[in-house]
């Protein structure tokens, strides 16, 4: 089955910081393409501001969890198992770097790595379907033009499979029925589309399967096949269109309003090509899942919530591609079965481990599985399940030695809106706090507030490397679900377009009020902080309501809405409607001032608490000149800031080393802003990164000589 079109879309939003997505690299939101300036042009184009007489001292303290256990490469993860089930696929470093490792199923003495990145870690990958190659795909710092490249398991020969120079490359399908072969989407020749290319693995040779000429992208069928496309539409809607193979030609074939685009998507064909899968959610709120016959059109309910959106996960039978269960996630995930056939296996499996659970691989006979355990209190397990002998195998714990390391538990909180929407948000405290862990203080806490990407992702309950270090320093740390956010219907949604340093930042306000109404938050001690989206509206917060926060972090986030959209990278044309709609059209001049009002660089001179900005160099979402801006500003009004560069990464950070160091100093801050603990930092961990102090260092407490 192939993955939905706004799936494509929304993941990539969702890398904007936080999410369930950011567990181990919580930055993350918004779009790609333009070039960095440097770091030299970073620090001229800024002014020193005067040093304080001593940085602020924050509270040291040893024996917290360590930031090389939370944020340091596992020493294994991202297991998976062939297709065949002969062979066993990790990630796991290779001279300190992270590589892929595959071993043969039945002898794991003969693990050996495939990939041999020295530089920057290799962390997305699978088995192709043939058993004979893997496919991983890597970028450069952080550039996020990725290409695949293909291993042969046998010979360890390594191809780039379309090593067209500036191109992006994606996995666009696979199929049992055609095993050694790829669908690639790859935008070399139209830096705004991605064409579709049928490639060989065998041979390498590559064949054009569908030219992309204002599509957001393609729907297969089984026999790798085009079926579908979706047309985005000016006015934010969307067209799909259906292909006549004999005619070659396109035609209309159904719409997708503006309102339903973010929780209506294909999900794929049946195994039969003649039906196919879709979340849909006209004529309703939140998306159901519904099986669609493609002559006809007739759609048949299969499954529905009243409270959350379907498709975020859904269990498929690899051998006829129909779905067997489905994840509904409003505060908590669980699964609903939709074939009898896995009710057992599910039952089953949620008794070996504690957490809930996830179905990471499976065999194309459908008798293995991997899964997976998500807990709030120990590292993500992984398992593997037979069917047909109903026993499960414990494979490995990511992060063993949090296992036993106190972690603390996570409460989903509902927050009414003061327009009266439920906010989903979730709140993780200290042990020492919370001896009954009920969620409930024994006193008011330092608290910061952490917000996700996107903004059209979401939040969701878990381990959070996050919650878990902050609790560790002493905080009550908050994630809030703020309108906007997807999961929750497309009310929901839609109540936050054009909404960004508005009613979404209410919401935020909202938790926070209701932290200190409930004697969660000690007044006067609250931080807001987060990712992308989340790094946006930290700005928004201590530059448009400075009294409500006592200081604030801001990670890969935009400052002006307006430089913001003129950067998105090329391959996201397509998606400007949507973000004219939804944000703000700046080609318009009331559409410009609506989002310069909207934009946190038009405050800066309000900002009066400590900030730290964190930015990637090559970030080609929000681009670099999005932090110098706002440092520039504040430098030229005197007003102290602190910010950190990393030059060999994007939009977040991969290397552990860098989260290691930006983690390190957004503790030792915090210590000093809210009162909390901090470990101390070291020189070792600072050199290992490739950290540069743009500005405010001497403003930060904890750093090394």
């Known amino acids: 089955m192939q ?86 696929g990790w990630i796991a470093p290779v001279d300190g770097v992270q590589n892929v490792w595959v071993a043969p199923a039945g002898d794991l003495t ?59 490359v994606e996995i666009a399908g696979l199929s049992r029925r055609k095993p050694g072969v790829v669908i690639l989407s790859v935008n070399d020749r139209n830096p705004q589309f991605m064409d579709l290319w049928s490639v060989d693995l065998a041979s390498g040779a590559k064949t054009l399967l569908a030219q992309n000429d204002g599509f957001l992208g393609f729907v297969l069928d089984e026999d790798l096949q085009v079926r579908l496309a979706i047309q985005p539409k000016p006015d934010g809607s969307e067209l799909i269109q259906r292909f006549d193979p004999k005619k070659k030609t396109w035609s209309d074939y159904d719409t997708i309003p503006y309102d339903d685009m973010f929780t209506t998507a294909i999900l794929g064909f049946d195994g039969t090509g003649k039906s196919f899968y879709m979340v849909d959610s006209r004529g309703r709120d939140t998306a159901a899942l519904y099986k669609v016959d493609l002559a006809s059109k007739k759609k048949t309910l299969i499954l529905e919530d009243a409270k959350a959106d379907l498709g975020g996960e859904v269990l498929m039978n690899p051998i006829d591609q129909t779905i067997d269960a489905v994840v509904v996630e409003y505060d908590k995930p669980r699964w609903a079965v939709i074939d009898r056939k896995v009710a057992k296996d599910l039952a089953a499996i949620a008794k070996l481990d504690d957490g809930t659970v996830g179905v990471i691989s499976t065999t194309l006979d459908n008798q293995t599985w991997l899964v997976s355990f998500d807990s709030d209190h120990q590292s993500p397990h992984v398992w593997r399940w037979d069917r047909k002998a109903q026993k499960g195998e414990k494979l490995l714990s990511i992060r063993p030695e949090l296992d036993d390391a106190g972690l603390a538990p996570m409460h989903p909180v509902i927050v009414p809106s003061r327009d009266g929407l439920d906010l989903v948000s979730y709140l993780t405290l200290p042990n020492d706090a919370d001896p009954d862990h009920d969620g409930k203080p024994d006193r008011p806490l330092p608290t910061v507030m952490f917000i996700h990407g996107g903004p059209w992702a979401r939040d969701g309950w878990g381990y959070n490397t996050v919650h878990q270090q902050l609790a560790n320093r002493g905080y009550a740390v908050l994630s809030v679900n703020y309108r906007g956010s997807v999961g929750f219907g497309k009310k929901f949604v839609a109540a936050g377009d054009r909404q960004w340093g508005g009613k979404m930042h209410d919401d935020v306000l909202d938790v926070e009020q209701w932290a200190l109404d409930h004697g969660v938050a000690a007044p006067g001690k609250v931080c807001i902080a987060g990712g992308s989206y989340g790094g946006y509206e930290t700005l928004v917060g201590v530059a448009m309501t400075p009294d409500k926060f006592a200081c604030g972090v801001d990670l890969v986030g935009p400052s002006d809405l307006v430089t913001f959209q003129e950067t998105i990278p090329a391959y996201w044309g397509p998606f400007v409607p949507v973000l004219h709609a939804r944000v703000g059209d700046p080609t318009t001049e009331e559409g410009k001032r609506a989002l310069r009002a909207a934009s946190p660089l038009t405050h800066a001179d309000d900002i009066r608490v400590p900030l730290l900005i964190g930015q990637g160099a090559n970030d080609p979402r929000v681009n670099q000149r999005e932090a110098d801006q706002i440092v520039k500003a504040m430098q030229s009004h005197g007003i102290p800031v602190s910010y950190l560069l990393f030059p060999d990464e994007g939009h977040g950070f991969a290397r552990s080393e860098n989260n290691v160091a930006f983690f390190a100093v957004t503790e030792a801050f915090l210590s000093a802003n809210l009162g909390g603990w901090y470990q101390p930092i070291t020189a070792e961990e600072l050199a290992a990164s490739s950290v540069q102090f743009v500005a405010g260092k001497e403003l930060l407490p904890g750093l090394p000589r």
């Open 3 to 88: 993955r939905s079109i706004m799936a494509t879309f929304t993941a990539a939003l969702a890398a904007c910081g936080g999410g369930k997505a950011a567990v181990t690299t919580p930055a993350g939101t918004s779009t790609t393409g333009a070039t960095a300036t440097t770091a030299t042009t970073a620090t001229t184009a800024a002014t020193t501001p005067p040093a304080p007489s001593a940085p602020p001292a924050g509270h040291p303290k040893e024996g917290l969890i360590p930031r090389s256990v939370l944020y340091g490469n596992p020493q294994k993860s991202g297991l998976q198992l062939s297709p065949d089930g002969a062979w066993y």
């Open 110 to 168: 003969k693990a050996r790595a495939v990939t041999s990145d020295k530089q920057r870690p290799v962390l997305r990958y699978q088995f192709a379907l043939d058993g004979k190659h893997l496919l991983y795909s890597q970028d450069q710092a952080g550039d996020e033009n990725f290409h695949i490249f293909s291993v042969d398991l046998a010979t360890g020969a390594t191809t780039d499979l379309v090593p067209a120079k500036g191109a992006r």
